[in-house]
């Protein structure tokens, strides 16, 4: 992401002269904009290309040779890389539009799109299953005639070219959910070449026809898995969810271990985009310290933040003197607050 915050300020405010500290303390610190994960971001855009171009090459040759051969696992296979340029497609404008800086509307930045197009591919990895299950229903049924050899060969250099690609993408980030999806998509096509070859020879060694879409069934049960935890990942990154690898109560310990933090309440944590993890909280601090001591405080809470892998934080100081929630998690009202005015 090359945008930046459109503001970032760490001056406490609403402190008093008797030294009282209040109010609200920014900290925006985007850890994207380091150079390495720029770097990393600018290599998956250009694997992305390179894997685009391969994929929907290949595709049109399997199209055509599951069409030849009456191969469900080359035309399921096929279809697969169908998905697979559309998902590396959907990727690459994920990574695009990921890039544009951060406006007064999208104050985030345009990241979590990388999510929603994560969230995308692992649908239609489940799609593209149910689809290859309820055909291989039906050709139990009535089993088609195959062309075991073209079947063989076409699915032999599927496997090549699905192998070549799942090697080039496997160089880059991977922990990035957008990545991982298509790479998924990319590792489940794989598969299905290995599917398709599998039943190819069984057809040719002992006539069994039904291994064709056995064995199809068989991927398809392995793409489910695949895009369910996809799926998965990234609801609970739009749920606004905890991030898996970072556990709070270290969080909690970590800042209550520092003598000025009294304590800790309103405690959120959760990703804007794969590996931007943001925290806000308030940390009740003694009502002694001056504008200058809850500045270092500040500063010193934000490196801790930074090791445990909270890029951006937001915290909150309020003075012991005044009265405030003792929960670490608060509850959001669903309906705005009414605030009485006294006059």
């Known amino acids: 992401m090359t945008s930046q915050p459109l503001q970032d300020s760490k001056q406490p405010t609403g402190a008093h002269p008797n030294g009282h500290s209040h109010g609200n303390n920014h900290h925006h610190d985007d850890a ?10 600018t290599d998956n855009q250009r694997i992305v290309t390179i894997a685009f171009a391969i994929i929907a090459s290949y595709m049109i040759v399997e199209v055509i040779g599951g069409y030849i051969t009456g191969s469900l696992a080359l035309l399921s296979d096929a279809g697969h890389m169908f998905s697979d340029a559309v998902s590396l497609a959907m990727t690459l404008f994920a990574f695009i539009i990921g890039k544009k800086s951060a406006t007064s509307n999208k104050t985030f930045g345009y ?44 699915s032999t250099i599927g496997l090549i070219v699905n192998l070549v690609v799942a090697k080039l ?52 049960l392995l793409i489910v898995r695949s895009g369910y935890a996809v799926v998965k990942n990234a609801a609970h990154i739009l749920m606004e969810g905890a991030p898996n690898d970072i556990d709070q109560s270290v969080i909690i310990n970590t ?3 520092h003598p000025n933090v009294l304590s800790i309440h309103d405690l959120h944590v959760w990703t804007i985009t794969s590996g931007l993890h943001s925290l806000s909280c308030h940390i009740i601090v003694p009502s002694s310290l001056t504008l200058q001591q809850t500045d270092a405080l500040l500063s010193d ?41 006294a006059h």
């Not at 994207?32 to 971001?41: G, I, K, M, N, Y």
């Not at 055909?135 to 073209?150: D, S, Y």
């Not at 909270?310 to 100081?317: P, V």
Request: charged share 10%.
């Open 32 to 41: 994207d904009h380091s150079p390495s994960h720029s770097h990393s971001h």
């Open 111 to 154: 990241r979590r799109f990388e999510i929603l197009i994560a969230l995308i591919n692992g649908l239609t990895l489940l799609i593209i299953s149910a689809g290859i299950i309820y055909e291989a229903v039906l050709r139990f049924q009535q089993p088609p005639q195959i062309a075991t050899t073209g079947m063989l060969v076409i």
């Open 169 to 220: 993408m496997h160089g880059g980030d991977t922990d990035n959910l957008n990545m991982k999806s298509a790479y998924l998509h990319v590792l489940s096509d794989l598969l299905g070449s290995v599917a398709a070859i599998i039943a190819a020879i069984v057809i040719m060694l002992f006539g069994w026809v039904w291994a064709d879409a056995a064995v199809s069934i068989l991927v398809a």
């Open 255 to 257: 800042l209550s271990a």
């Open 301 to 341: 809470l934000q490196h801790e933040l930074q090791h445990l892998g909270i890029g951006h934080s937001t915290i909150q100081f309020e003075s012991d003197l005044h009265a405030h929630s003792a929960q670490f998690n608060c509850d959001i009202a669903s309906t705005p607050p009414v605030h009485a005015h």
